[in-house]
C-alpha cells in the first residue's frame, strides 16, 4: 500500500488530453515538492517533472504539473502512442523520514 | 553528458551474497546524492536508501535498513547496494539515480538521472 495514492490505470486516445493524479498527505505533498516519473518498458525512469511544475530539458510543454495542496496532478496533452507507459510521483514524507513514491499510474493510448 | 552506468544483471542463491554497482560521469560525482530503488516483478518504485559520496552520508528508508548496505567510494566514482545473505524476495531490478540534494523543511528532491538497471535473480 503506498502513501502516495494514484489511479492504476487510464487512457485516452491520440491527440486527447489526459490527467493523473496523486494524492497524499499534510507530511508529504502537503509539505515538499513533487516530481513525477515516466517509465517506459525495458528502460530506466525518466524525470518529466520536478519542483512541482518544471519541466527537466528536453521534457515538451505537453506535460505539465500541478500541486492543488495534498494531492498532485499530471497532464499530458497531444497525447502520442509512445506516452504508454508507466506513471509515477514521488516527494519526500517528513514523517516516514523515507522518499515516497506512488503506486504508479498505467497509461494506455487507445 | 550525465551517465549512471550500473553493473550487469546477477543470477545468485538464497544465502548468497552480492554488490552491484553505479558508476557515475559527466558531473561532479562528490556533490550530488545517489539513491537506490527497488522495482520487484509487477511492482512498483520503491526507495531503499542514498548516499553522498563526498562524506558516505547515508539514508535508508525504515523498510529496507538492516536489509542492505549503501556504501561509495568516491575516487572511482561509484555508489554501491549490497546484501550479505539475498533472499528469493529480493529478486527485482534495482535502479540507482542522482538526487540534486537535501534541505531541512522540504527533504530530499528529485531524481534527474537514473541508471540502467541491475536485474538481480535469486533463485536455488
Known amino acids: 500500500q503506498s502513501v502516495l495514492t494514484q489511479p492504476p490505470s487510464v487512457s485516452a486516445a491520440p491527440g486527447q488530453k489526459v490527467t493523473i493524479s496523486c494524492s497524499g498527505s499534510?507530511?508529504?505533498?502537503?509539505?515538499?515538492?513533487v516530481s513525477w516519473y515516466q517509465h517506459l518498458p525495458g528502460s530506466a525512469p525518466k524525470l518529466l517533472i520536478y519542483?512541482?511544475?518544471k519541466r527537466p530539458s528536453g521534457i515538451p510543454d505537453r506535460f505539465s504539473g500541478s500541486k492543488p495542496g495534498t494531492s498532485a496532478t499530471l497532464g499530458i496533452t497531444g497525447l502520442q502512442t509512445g506516452d504508454e507507459a508507466d506513471y509515477y510521483c514521488g516527494t519526500w514524507d517528513s514523517r516516514l523520514s523515507a522518499w515516497v513514491f506512488g503506486g504508479g499510474t498505467k497509461l494506455t493510448v487507445l | 553528458e550525465v551517465q549512471l552506468v550500473q553493473s550487469g544483471a546477477e543470477v545468485k542463491k538464497p544465502g548468497e551474497s552480492l554488490k552491484i554497482s553505479c558508476k557515475g560521469s559527466g558531473y561532479s560525482f562528490t556533490t550530488y546524492w545517489i539513491g537506490w530503488v527497488r522495482q520487484m516483478p509487477g511492482k512498483g518504485l520503491e526507495w531503499m536508501g542514498i548516499?553522498?559520496?563526498?562524506?558516505?552520508?547515508?539514508r535508508y528508508s525504515p523498510s529496507f535498513q538492516g536489509q542492505v548496505t549503501i556504501s561509495a567510494d568516491k575516487s572511482i566514482s561509484t555508489a554501491y547496494l549490497q546484501w550479505s545473505s539475498l533472499k528469493a524476495s529480493d529478486t527485482a531490478m534495482y535502479y540507482c539515480a542522482r538526487n540534486p540534494g537535501y534541505y531541512d523543511t522540504t527533504g530530499y528532491e528529485y531524481f534527474d538521472y537514473w541508471g540502467q538497471g541491475t536485474l538481480v535473480t535469486v533463485s536455488s
Open positions: 499534510s507530511s508529504n505533498i502537503g509539505n515538499s515538492y
Open positions: 548516499i553522498y559520496p563526498d562524506d558516505s552520508d547515508t
Open positions: 519542483d512541482n511544475n
